[in-house]
C-alpha cells in the first residue's frame, strides 16, 4: 500500500465513523472537508472502497430513500450504495489514531490526522503536534543553510521564492507553538495546582479532611467556614 492510498483510506474510515454515505457524498465531503484529496478521482476512491470492504472495515447497504431506488429502477441504473463503518473498522481507525509515528509528521498525513483530531486522545495530539514541529524546524535549519550557501548565485526573483518558503514554514512552527501550548494549558487545568493543593492540605483536619472553623462560628447562626445556609428549592441540598 502506498503512502497516499494509506492516507485515503484513513480518511474514509474517519468520515464514516461520523455517518454512514455513499460514494458521491464521500468524495465531496474529501474535498470540501479534507482539501489534499481534491486530485482523487472516482476511480481513486471506489477501488479504495472495495479494499476497505474486502478486509471487512466497511460494509455496503443499498440506499434507503425509496424514491431514489425507484428513480434508479426507472433509469436503468444502479441504487446509491452506502457504505457502513463495521465494528472491525472502528476498531482499525482507533489504532490509526493512536499511531505517532514519522509518517503522521508529514504534510499530506499530517493534515488528515489534524482533521480527525476531535476524535483524538490528548496526549497523542501533543506528541503529532510536537513531532510535525520537530520535522519543520529541521526543514527550516536545512533551508536556511541551503540560502546561506546560494544566496550569491539566486537572482532576486529566486531569492524571493526562497524566503517566501522558509517564511511560511516559519509561519507554521509558530501556530504549532500555539497549538501545543494550548494543549497543555488544557492539560494543566485538568490537574489541580500546587497552590490549591496546600490550601486544602492547610484547611483539612486530621478526621476526615472536614475544614477547621473557630469556635465562635460553630456556635453562631452562621455555619462554618462562613457559607449561607442551603437554599430549599436547591435539589442538591434534598
Request: glycine letters at 8%; one cysteine or more.
Amino acid at each position: 500500500m502506498s503512502r497516499r492510498s494509506g492516507i485515503l483510506e484513513f480518511a474514509v474510515l474517519g468520515l464514516l465513523r461520523e455517518a454512514p454515505m455513499h460514494g458521491y457524498e464521500l468524495r465531496k465531503r474529501l474535498n470540501t472537508s479534507l482539501g489534499i484529496f481534491r486530485a482523487f478521482s472516482y476511480g481513486t476512491l471506489y477501488p479504495c472502497l472495495k479494499t476497505l470492504v474486502a478486509n471487512g472495515w466497511l460494509i455496503e447497504e443499498p440506499g434507503n430513500a425509496p424514491e431514489d431506488a425507484l428513480a434508479a429502477s426507472l433509469a436503468g441504473r444502479r441504487a446509491k450504495i452506502v457504505y457502513r463503518l463495521t465494528a472491525e473498522g472502528k476498531e482499525h481507525f482507533e489504532e490509526l489514531l493512536s499511531h505517532t509515528g514519522p509518517d503522521t509528521w508529514e504534510d499530506e498525513h499530517f493534515a488528515a490526522r489534524f482533521a480527525f483530531f476531535g476524535q483524538t486522545e490528548r496526549e497523542v495530539r501533543m506528541r503529532v503536534l510536537e513531532g510535525r514541529r520537530s520535522r519543520l524546524e529541521e526543514r527550516l535549519e536545512k533551508m536556511r543553510a541551503s540560502l546561506a550557501r546560494t544566496r550569491e548565485r539566486l537572482d532576486d526573483y529566486t531569492l524571493e521564492l526562497q524566503r517566501h518558503g522558509m517564511e511560511s514554514v516559519e509561519r507554521e512552527v509558530r501556530w504549532l507553538n500555539e497549538l501545543i501550548e494550548s494543549e497543555r494549558a488544557g492539560r494543566d487545568q485538568r490537574r489541580p495546582s500546587p497552590e490549591s493543593t496546600a490550601q486544602q492540605d492547610n484547611t483539612s483536619g486530621a478526621t476526615g479532611g472536614l475544614p477547621r472553623h473557630r469556635d465562635d462560628e460553630s456556635s453562631g447562626g452562621t455555619p462554618p467556614g462562613g457559607s449561607t445556609p442551603p437554599d430549599p428549592s436547591d435539589d442538591t441540598a434534598k
